[in-house]
Structure formats: C-alpha cells, structure tokens
C-alpha cells in the first residue's frame, strides 16, 4: 500500500520524495515485489484517466518501475511514455470539446463554426442570396427602379442560377476537383503569405487553378447563364428551345463577355485560390456580388 500511495519503488528510493538513501522505506514483503508490470499498468490506466491531462506524468511517476528517459514527463521510462501521452491526449481533446461547446452554447451560434462544419451549405446559401440580391442592388440602385418596378421574373433567374451554378457545381468543382487535380492545394493555402511566396510548387498549382477556372468560367459558366435565362423567360417548356436561345445569345455577346471575365476574374482568382479552402467560395463571392450586379446590368434584362 505504501508502495502505490508513495510512489516508492524497491531499491528504487531516489524516486520518492522526502526518502533518501539514507533513510530507505520499510521493505515490503517478497510477494510485493513480484507484482507484474502489467497489474501497475492497470492501476495506473486508471488513475491516468481519472486525473486526466494534469496528473498523467505525476501518476506515471508513481508507478514508474525503472529509471529511463522520457519525451514529455521526466523520469517515466519509455514504457509508459505512450500510456501517459495517451492518457493526457484524451484529456485534451475531451477538455477542448467541452470548452467549445460551452463557448458555443454561451455565445450562441456562431458562424465561423457553422462555415468550417458544413461549408457546402454555407455557400449555397451565400450563393443564392448574394445573386438575388446583387440583381435588386443593379435593378434598384443602378437602374433606378422601385421595389413595385423590379423585374422578379429577372431576379428569379439570378437567385436559380446562384444556388445551381454558384452555390453546387462552384463549390464541387473548385474545391473537391481542384483537389485532386492540383496536391498540395490545402498546405499552400494554410500557409503565411510569406512563404507562399517562395513556395513555387504552390503558386505553379495557383496559376493552374486560376486558368482552368477562367477556362470554366468561359465555356461553361457564361452559357449555362444563357440558357438558365432564357428558360425563366421563355413561354415554353422545350429545353431544346431554352439550349438553342441562350447559347445563340453566348455566341453573340462572346467578345465582350470574354473580354470582362479575363480581366475581372484572372486576378481575382490569384487571391480567392490563395486562402484556406473553408473561405475559397466566401471570399469569392465577395468578388461575385459586384460582378454579377453587373452581369445583371448589361444582360440581365429580356
């Protein structure tokens, strides 16, 4: 009993506090001294958990069976250096878990939390709002019209589009495909700016990222807006009537509409593929609200 309680270990007396050399603790009976190593580490399993990250070395101690070298608590031996680092690990995160989920109960909803947990529905509904009200900011603020004037067949074309196009397929394709296609994308985003900088495995997957997103935003976005808006405004419900009006108007409006792409979203890309994953899509859209006012402005209307 003196043995556990003190954590004194036979011919071991250097490890016990206030008993020295000179004054060794009463020998216990030889039965004692046969207790095997893994008896002590049950016992010691169990007050490791119950005194959880704080008292993990000081316990390990207490049952330490020979004086070896230890990473994260002196003089534990190896043999228990995994037990006790197990031991505080859990506590760890058991304390971390607790402490957020008090923070969050106590602050309420929080919503860098909700972006990190499900960012594919935070951006879809960024997504939709952002288009809808970016085409009420062109038609009230730049067209001047009244709330009784807005074109709300106009506006559901944008708010389809943002949460089909901007809100799915953007999210899917930047982040999951990009991925894939460019390694390394998720070490050169958590990155400082710094070492961005001279990381050239990293900004050569930034410039691949940023042409291929141009080439999407050039053959696939600009048509598929055609056609999502000549749907909305057609009389019929033939898709190949939708699919021939819009791609007739793409192929009229391709000069300029490639022109602004190029000179809008090239450099823009440069710093939305530059962040982390989590805020790509958000910081894009940011970018996004004032292009698609103007998208909006110029083809917006029937």
């Not at 954590?7 to 216990?28: D, L, Q, S």
């Not at 990250?53 to 070298?69: D, E, S």
């Not at 985003?189 to 900088?197: D, F, I, R």
């Amino acid at each position: 009993q003196q043995k556990f309680e003190t954590g004194c270990v036979v011919n071991k007396p250097w490890y016990c506090t206030g008993i020295t050399e000179a004054h060794p603790p009463p020998r216990p009976p030889h039965s004692t001294q046969h207790i095997s190593m893994l008896a002590l580490r049950r016992v010691a399993a169990a007050r490791l958990g119950a005194l959880g990250a704080h008292g993990a070395c000081a316990t390990a101690r207490a049952f330490t069976m020979a004086p070896q070298r230890a990473a994260r608590c002196p003089g534990v031996p190896l043999g228990w250096r995994s037990l006790s680092d197990k031991a505080a690990s859990a506590a760890g995160v058991a304390q971390a878990a607790a402490a957020s989920t008090a923070s969050t109960a106590a602050s309420g909803f929080s919503y860098a939390v909700f972006a990190k947990a499900y960012p594919a529905t935070n951006n879809l509904i960024i997504a939709t709002l952002k288009t809808g009200a970016a085409d009420l900011v062109a038609q009230c603020v730049i067209e001047k019209k009244s709330l009784g004037e807005v074109d709300w067949q106009r506006n559901l074309v944008f708010c389809l589009f943002g949460a089909c196009y901007l809100g799915a397929f953007q999210y899917w394709y930047q982040v999951n495909i990009f991925k894939r296609i460019f390694t390394g994308v998720e070490r050169f985003t958590t990155q400082p700016w710094v070492k961005k900088l001279t990381d050239l495995p990293g900004l050569a997957n930034l410039a691949g990222q940023t042409v291929l997103d141009v080439g999407v935003l050039t053959f696939v976005y600009l048509p598929t807006f055609y056609v999502f808006k000549a749907a909305v405004f057609s009389d019929s419900w033939d898709v190949t009537e939708w699919a021939h009006t819009g791609t007739t108007k793409y192929w009229q409006n391709w000069n300029k509409d490639v022109y602004d792409v190029i000179r809008v979203w090239a450099p823009a890309d440069i710093i939305c593929f530059s962040v982390p994953l989590y805020l790509r899509l958000p910081v894009r859209h940011i970018v996004s609200f004032v292009w698609t006012a103007y998208l909006s402005f110029v083809r917006g209307s029937k």
